[in-house]
């Protein structure tokens, strides 16, 4: 599952119609438990991307450093590290992977306030229909 379905099933997970509240009350778990397996998935890729990157800005601070044909200060290292084509393509990953995660974060904050709120719900029809 990619990250647009992942978002599909999260709008679907939180449609929540008079008609279908009950079902949702048993749904909410199990989608909940879901989201927080592809939470996991997410931020491992993350946390692997990350260090990738770190790897790579230290090789090339390295590089710069210790291999290049002349001397650069720490200021014009930084700027060619990060003006390199390999590290933006790398810090561009690990930037769609953090904001992902925030996402999923969120949408699982959300889908587990969910549950308390359908339980609610059910709770108020109750009270109005006198059981």
Known sequence: M?????????KKSIDITRANIN??????????????????????KYLKELKDLEHLERKKYYYYKDDFDRALNDKEIKWHVETDSE???????????????EQIEAMLKHIGNLSFFCGNIVEYEKFINGQ
């Open 2 to 10: 990619n990250f647009l379905e992942l978002n599909e099933s999260y």
């Open 23 to 44: 079902d949702k009350l048993y749904e909410i778990p199990v989608q909940h438990g879901i989201f927080s397996k592809w939470l996991y998935l997410w931020k491992k």
């Open 87 to 101: 590290y933006i393509e790398q810090n561009s990953k690990v930037r769609t992977f953090k904001s992902e995660v």
